[in-house]
């Protein structure tokens, strides 16, 4: 959550190895009180204190949205990433203190959707079974296909399958099996909204799809947080809070500012939300814009950045921070 | 000139474009009036051609009168619907949006009423309101709500006008429901009863 909203001080109740690239984590509140009910769709944002460096990922909640005994994530091991997942997967155990911001949901089920059709590849299942958690209790409509690279890395698709039955629909990518989009889009009923989430190929792929076949853009919703990608080290200069500093290879422009004492706002650290946009005073040099919230003119013309995921290589960057 | 201009208003005014062939599984036209011209436009493009074995128009004549059953019907699309009125009308419309998949495409022109009408039944269905195609064409007339009795009174041409329902003298504002289709008319002696400005036409 963005600053000065409170965050929930919470104990890790539970680690589980689903396979071997996921563990699920609970959280339960550190003094018992319950946890806010939220809306499937919605992320949290995870404080590390990375041996030093403090690391904020966002991660889908997957655990029943009317569950306010604890909140669940899966997190996928990333062995090239900058070390958050890994510092999920070998640091946090049951019994740790960790500090998660609120509920924020940026990819929320359209409630005026007569049918809900899931399209989840990989890891973007979590926000699907919060989702579909949701749509059963209020009765609602929904078909799940869930593409993965195998039987043995398919997380949770023998309770979906026990769970949903047959609006359940795994697609194997080392058997050759594939969501065929072109049919399933054409059969819908008027009403249909697609959500998608995976990776940036998969999202692409069916919002091209959908928009060649006539659905309306806006009964198309995806998510895809990204992470910040890793880069050679940059100097920034912040003119309002007249500090200087060295941005790491492995740290993002938010994570150096914020570092540096200057508390920033932000939401979902993924260039997603455009919660952190900031204006950009001088630039000699070129803005590597990594996020899906600028548009292409605004990217062009170097006057904005999203610090969250966003990188800069040149002589001088001067940010309105 | 056939497309409407209007005067720049508060943005819960609507405002329309002009028709184009969408790509689509299937295309739904609603008119009436002299929206049936905008129709006819759009079939005047080339790339419409391909379309007319996948649409279906459903007319109604306008309330002044203005008929152009002839001129859609000469168009040879796969269904072509004239009905008396939108109420007439509504149970095809129902069950050609209940029947429908996702790839149909919707088209509205003519009156802001009944553009309105078609918008709200595809919102019902379940799709956004931007993914219906709205022209204006033809009469400003405006259907409007009373927000005192909420009775809806249709082609309303005079500003300020007496409620069909309950009477009041209703000054017609630009606010307008996207719900229920309306522009909305506000009792405009209220504070002072009696003191009622002479009505103007200001919807033709």
């Known amino acids: ?8 001080p919470v104990v890790v109740a539970e680690v589980v190895e689903v396979n ?41 909640l997957m655990s029943h949205p009317a569950d306010t005994l604890g909140y669940e994530i899966s997190v996928r091991r990333d ?28 990819f929320p089920l359209d409630a005026r959707a007569k049918k809900h059709l899931m399209i989840a590849g990989g890891i973007g299942i979590t926000p699907f079974l919060a989702q579909m958690a949701q749509v059963e209790a209020m009765g609602g409509r929904f078909e799940l296909h869930y593409s993965v690279r195998s039987p043995a890395l398919g997380a949770y698709v023998e309770h979906l399958q026990e769970q949903y039955g047959s609006r359940v629909h795994v697609y194997y990518d080392e058997l050759k099996q594939q969501i065929d989009l072109k049919t399933l889009l054409k059969s819908q009923p008027l009403g249909t909204h697609i959500y998608v989430c995976g990776p940036k190929g998969m999202i692409a792929w069916v919002k091209a799809t959908a928009a060649a076949m006539g659905w309306p853009a806006l ?17 920034v200069q912040l003119a309002a809070s007249g500090k200087s500093f060295t941005v790491q290879p492995n740290q993002s422009l938010l994570e150096a500012i914020e570092a540096a004492g200057v508390e920033a706002p932000y939401l979902c650290r993924g260039g997603a939300c455009g919660q952190c946009e900031t204006d950009v005073l001088r630039c000699d040099g070129h803005i590597e814009h990594n ?31 | 000139m056939t497309k409407t201009m209007f005067e720049p208003s508060i943005t819960s005014r609507p405002v329309y474009g002009v028709l184009s062939p969408g790509v689509g599984s299937a295309h ?43 001129d859609l019907q000469a168009l040879g699309v796969a269904q072509f619907y004239r009905a008396p009125s939108f109420a007439s009308a509504q149970s095809r419309l129902a069950k050609v949006l209940a029947d429908a998949h996702m790839g149909l495409q919707i088209y509205a022109a ?49 500003d300020p006008f007496h409620c069909s329902h309950c009477g009041l003298s209703l000054f017609v504002r630009d606010h307008f429901s996207r719900r229920l289709a309306a522009f909305q008319g506000v009792n405009i002696d209220a504070e002072d009863p009696g003191q009622v400005p002479a009505s103007v036409e200001r919807f033709k």
């Open chain 2, 110 to 158: 003519g009156t802001e009423g009944l553009m309105a009408q078609v918008a709200a039944l595809a919102q019902a269905a379940g799709l956004p309101y931007e993914a219906v195609q709205m022209e204006h064409r033809g009469s400003l007339a405006r259907r409007v709500q009373c927000v005192h009795c909420k009775g809806v009174t249709e082609n309303v041409r005079l």
């Open chain 1, 219 to 235: 009964a198309v919703h995806s998510e895809e947080f990204l992470a910040p990608p890793v880069g050679l080290a940059f100097e």
């Open chain 1, 79 to 106: 062995e090239v990433g900058r070390g958050g997942s890994l510092y999920m997967h070998t640091h946090v155990r049951p019994g740790m203190e960790m500090v998660l911001s609120q509920p924020v949901n940026l």
């Open chain 1, 291 to 321: 996020d899906h919230w600028l548009t292409d003119a605004q990217k062009a013309s170097h006057t904005k950045i999203m610090p969250c995921v966003s990188r800069f290589r040149g002589a001088a960057l001067i940010l309105d921070r």
């Open chain 1, 20 to 60: 071997a690239l996921i563990k699920r984590f609970r959280f339960q509140r550190r003094d018992g009180a319950a946890m806010p009910v939220f809306s499937g769709g919605s992320h949290v944002v995870v404080e590390m204190d990375d041996h030093g460096t403090r690391r904020m990922n966002p991660y889908s």
């Open chain 1, 1 to 8: 959550m963005s600053v000065g909203a409170p965050k929930i």
């Open chain 2, 28 to 70: 739904l036209f609603v008119a009436d009036g002299e929206g049936a011209d905008a129709v006819c436009d759009l079939f005047a493009k080339a790339e419409a051609a391909e379309m007319k074995a996948a649409s279906h128009i459903i007319y109604m004549p306008g309330a002044n009168g203005c008929d152009k059953t002839a």
